[in-house]
């Protein structure tokens, strides 16, 4: 079963940068598509931003400028470098893989484990 590895989160002031990492490990299929999502308290898991393996890219509108992901697909891993961090970019992250094949048409969704993100004004 595919596993997803998280690291990389913490405490920074605003203005300031984090790069996140997630390492994927035993898939069976492609990975299709990685991406990251945030949680903050009280409020629903939404998507930052996600990249394809074929390198498509898409992001939240409250990041974009701000937040960069991308992909090493030699090692299954993705990033999210977060520039300009604001307090409300606090959040916990969560890494989300998606493997799967065409012929026949199949995917799995997998999470990491979440890694705190904390911005201080």
């Known amino acids: 079963q595919l596993q997803l590895v998280e690291s990389g989160g913490g405490l920074v002031q605003a203005g300031g940068s984090l790069r996140l990492s997630c390492a994927a490990s035993?898939?069976?299929?492609?990975?299709?598509?990685m991406a990251w999502y945030r949680q903050a308290p009280g409020e629903p898991r939404d998507l930052v931003a996600a990249?394809?393996?074929?390198?498509?890219?898409n992001y939240a509108d409250s990041v974009k400028g701000r937040f960069t992901i991308s992909r090493d697909n030699a090692k299954n891993t993705v990033y999210l470098q977060m520039n300009s961090l604001k307090p409300e970019d606090t959040a916990v992250y969560y890494c989300?893989?998606?493997?799967?094949?065409?012929?026949?048409?199949?995917?799995?969704?997998?999470w990491g484990q979440g890694t705190q993100v904390t911005v201080s004004s």
């Open positions: 989300h893989a998606r493997e799967g094949d065409y012929d026949p048409f199949i995917e799995y969704d997998y």
């Open positions: 035993g898939n069976r299929f492609s990975i299709k598509r």
């Open positions: 990249i394809t393996s074929g390198g498509s890219t």
